[in-house]
């Protein structure tokens, strides 16, 4: 596969605090996009607006809990640039996220001319969100390429954690591990010219991951970064 360049390289971290004053200070860091997690996180969906609101220069990804239409349609409203659903597992799942996140006559979502996402009336330029289709079972990896040539999906993203769970809990399922998983994934999403992403570690090798294709690489989460920065300042003390 072609190696990624610095020039298509989309760095993004998980937003799980639910702190609009974290999402800001990240936001002001430097990132590409950033995650504000409504299915593992501390926030809730109340607390989604207020963070959207202080991203202005990352791009806003809202992963909801389940695809539901309502909490999609809300959250783009609200200025999301785009969504993020987990478990997406067969093109069936991925065409129902894509009709509640477009208009007609391509989806199901209502329009309403006075939200904040498009100015509260005072602009009306419908764009059109990302769909990062998460790629956490066995089944979503042997569907990778169905998904992954449904229009509206734009990258598929493995959810590293859930996809080794599948895989060690269901041994008998398939003779792939979690790197050819991820070989599979990668070449699912080139087949169709989409991008692939992946949630990481900072131990992990982004190198390796960007020459398998790995494009929207995710950085630890607020929570793992704040852990780490707290234990680097308190463990030298204790010595």
């Known amino acids: 596969m072609t190696p990624v360049t610095k020039s298509n390289l989309q760095l993004g971290t998980w937003l799980q605090t639910g702190s609009a004053v974290i999402a800001e200070i990240a936001d002001m860091s430097g990132f590409d996009w950033l995650l504000i997690d409504l299915e593992h996180g501390c926030g809730t969906e109340a607390m989604v607006l207020p963070q959207i609101q202080v991203i202005r220069n990352a791009d806003a990804i809202v992963r909801v809990g389940a695809p539901h239409p309502d909490l999609i349609a809300r959250s783009l409203d609200w200025g999301a640039a785009g969504i993020m659903v987990p478990m997406v597992s067969t093109a069936e799942k991925a065409e129902a996220c894509v009709r509640a996140m477009r208009y007609p006559p391509r989806g199901d979502r209502g329009l309403a001319g006075m939200v904040r996402a498009f100015n509260f009336g005072l602009h009306r330029e419908m764009r059109t969100p990302v769909f990062y289709a998460q790629i956490e079972t066995i089944e979503g990896v042997e569907n990778a390429r169905a998904i992954a040539a449904v229009d509206g999906v734009d990258v598929l ?82 010595v």
Do not use: W
């Open 157 to 238: 993203f493995i959810g590293p954690m859930d996809l080794k769970l599948n895989l060690q809990s269901r041994p008998e399922r398939t003779s792939m591990d979690y790197a050819a998983c991820l070989l599979e994934v990668a070449a699912a999403a080139k087949a169709s010219g989409k991008s692939c992403g992946l949630l990481c570690r900072q131990t992990d090798d982004f190198a390796e991951l960007q020459a398998l294709g790995f494009t929207h690489l995710a950085i630890e989460t607020d929570v793992t970064l704040l852990r780490e920065s707290y234990r680097n300042v308190v463990q030298p003390l204790r």
